[in-house]
């Protein structure tokens, strides 16, 4: 399958992620000649242990996280950062989950968006938001490069095409910019040949940067 980066939106100190910065985002791929493509969305939850026994608490993960990505809606994949691992099911796991009740859904989150085709590449930009609201969390952006599915062979021309992007939203002075982790995808298992764990694995990355961004803006006002 394409390769694919994806990247959150880290704010300035001091500043914080809304809908403007969205918008001007948006506008951006647009005045890249980006043809609207239509929706996308992701969802990710952090599940906790249903324990009945306290004492067993520290042999539960403390970081349990499920995603389901809009390329594969008959799977589903939960990533265990602490332990590195990744795993990939059918989606009938979730019911499988609820009548067990051995997990529970802590939060739910949503990566929703609108997806644009630039000649080789897809741009997926979206919002990160609670299930059931509207209260802004974080901004993320998909770097989809169709031609190409391994790794090592992507990484000059996303590069490239990153550095271009970049340039083009700083001619935008917005309080932040866009950031990528580089993963070391082999401490998961995981091949140079793309697959969609390796978007699950960045997903559960992205969401620990989201969540470290929010700690620090709160501990500033504190």
Not at 74 to 94: C, G, M, P, T, W
Not at 139 to 145: A, F, K, L, P, Q
């Amino acid at each position: 399958m394409p390769l694919k980066w994806v990247f959150n939106w880290q704010p300035n100190a001091g500043s914080t992620v809304n809908s403007q910065i969205l918008n001007e985002v948006s506008q951006c791929v647009e005045s890249m000649n980006g043809v609207k493509e239509g929706r996308w969305k992701a969802t990710l939850t952090f599940y906790k242990p249903m324990l009945r026994d306290q004492a067993l608490a520290g042999e539960f993960p403390r970081e349990f996280i499920g995603i389901s990505l809009p390329e594969q809606p008959n799977k589903y994949y939960f990533i265990l950062r602490v332990n590195k691992i990744v795993l990939e099911a059918d989606s009938s796991i979730q019911l499988i989950m609820e009548k067990l009740q051995s997990y529970k859904s802590r939060v739910a989150l949503n990566f929703e968006g609108f997806q644009y085709q630039l000649g080789d590449f897809q741009l997926r930009v979206g919002k990160v938001v609670p299930t059931h609201s509207e209260n802004l969390r974080g901004i993320v952006m998909e770097v989809e490069y169709l031609p190409i599915s391994s790794l090592e062979k992507s990484k000059l021309i996303m590069d490239e095409f990153v550095d271009i992007w970049q340039d083009a939203v700083s001619k935008r002075s917005l309080p932040g910019h866009f950031m990528h982790i580089e993963l070391n995808f082999s401490d998961y298992g995981l091949a140079d040949h793309y697959t969609s764990q390796h978007t699950a694995v960045q997903y559960a990355h992205v969401m620990g940067q989201l969540i470290a961004t929010v700690q620090a803006v709160q501990a500033g006002r504190n």
